[in-house]
């Protein structure tokens, strides 16, 4: 289903896009930068991201004990939402809070996985076309150390997470990248631009801080930007200068 995005390869004149997530998305400075992108660019098309991200959410109905208040989970308001917005593409990023800060398991995973399917099945009842991103990463080095917690502890959560989350993440993007890809029209990787992108921001400047380790900063949201564009809209950034779409418009 991968080619099936773009109607014979081209953005339709009109298209509503809705994104669901977790406070990534709610804070909304990658869709922000999209829509600017796409407003200049693409001025004679009528394209309209819309922000439907909630924070604390999660898509698999978990809550780590020590959460102040049981997460939300998207199943039981994502009818409501497209009946609302009546999009024609939604766009899903699921999976950092899913895992709860806790080491991997089997059983979270399972949620996590039958959580998604639902989602995904519950968008194409509504006729929309599907996009699922992978979860981003967990930068550990962004957080204070005493603040991570090393396998086998009882309890974990947001304000004392396992200290190799990422890795979770990375198992259920690896899920998404091998299951998901022809289940859905589109199948788009963030973790590995971002942990990339990290990676030779820390080689240029080794205490580079990338936002509070758990959500991207400013020039993160730029790099889910440039990816999401490049990958649904076919957008080139050879010519251009990176820091245009890595700017912080929180």
């Known amino acids: 289903m991968q080619s099936s ?41 009528r394209v309209e991201l819309m922000n439907h991200g909630l924070s604390s959410e999660t898509v698999s109905g978990l809550s780590e004990p020590d959460h102040p208040f049981p997460r939300p989970c998207v199943l039981n ?17 699921y999976g950092m809070n899913d895992g709860i800060y806790y080491p991997f398991s089997n059983e979270r995973f ?6 998604m399917l639902k989602l995904i099945e519950t968008i194409g009842s509504y006729g929309a076309k599907v996009i699922v991103m992978t979860p981003p990463p967990f930068d550990s080095r962004s957080i204070s150390s005493d603040k991570l917690l090393p396998d086998g ?3 974990y959560s947001y304000m004392e997470p396992y200290q190799d989350y990422t890795s979770v993440l990375r198992q259920y993007g690896t899920w998404i990248k091998a299951e ?25 400047q080794p205490d580079f801080v990338y936002g509070d380790g758990i959500h991207p900063d400013g020039e993160g949201h730029g790099v889910m930007a440039k990816t999401l564009l490049e990958e649904l809209f076919d957008c080139s950034f050879e010519d251009r200068p990176t820091n245009e779409y890595e700017r912080d418009r929180a």
């Open 77 to 93: 308001r994502v009818r409501q939402a497209l009946e609302q917005s009546k999009p024609d593409w939604v766009v899903a990023c």
């Open 180 to 204: 998901l890809v022809g289940a859905v029209d589109q199948v788009v990787d963030v973790y590995a631009p971002l942990s990339a992108f990290i990676a030779e921001r820390r080689n240029q």
């Open 110 to 115: 399972d949620a996590y996985k039958q959580g």
């Open 5 to 45: 995005l773009k109607q014979d390869g081209q953005v339709p004149d009109s298209l509503k896009v809705v994104f669901l997530g977790d406070s990534i998305t709610e804070n909304g400075t990658y869709i922000t930068m999209m829509q600017d992108y796409l407003t200049r660019q693409m001025p004679h098309k």
């Open 153 to 155: 502890k009882e309890n």
